[in-house]
Nanobody, 123 residues
Framework: VQLVESGGGLVQAGGSLTLSCAASGRTFITNAMGWFRQAPGKEREFVAAINWSGGTTYYADSVQGRFTISRDNAKNTLYLQMNSLKPEDTAVYYC?????????????????WGQGTRVTVSS
């Protein structure tokens, strides 16, 4: 699976952005998908995950209620709608695909990664 993220950029605190992740290669519909992020000087952390059908989602406590993960299997695309952005959301955001159809929050369960898209939230 090849993954390409887009949609990052600079936004003011309180603003919104939508990230997209286009998948190609192996069948997308059978893969659970996730978003992770890595801030400067910090480890990569879980943001959100979704199962193959979109019926199950998980969120990090820090983004619960502000971010929404979704997928369009017909378009082989994963999304992350980010609202009420905060300066602490500044990071490189990565899309990831799991060999399993079941979503998890564990970074090590994801086998395929995109190159990342940078999100900067100014105060």
């Amino acid at each position: 699976v090849q993954l390409v993220e887009s949609g990052g950029g600079l936004v003011q605190a309180g603003g919104s952005l939508t990230l997209s992740c286009a998948a190609s290669g192996r069948t997308f519909i059978t893969n659970a998908m996730g978003w992770f992020r890595q801030a400067p000087g910090k480890e990569r952390e879980f943001v959100a995950a979704i199962n193959w059908s979109g019926g199950t989602t998980y969120y990090a406590d820090s983004v619960q209620g502000r971010f929404t993960i979704s997928r369009d299997n017909a378009k082989n695309t994963l999304y992350l709608q980010m609202n009420s952005l905060k300066p602490e959301d500044t990071a490189v955001y990565y899309c990831a695909a799991s060999p399993s159809s079941r979503a998890t929050m564990r970074l090590e369960t994801y086998a395929y990664w995109g190159q990342g898209t940078r999100v900067t939230v100014s105060s």
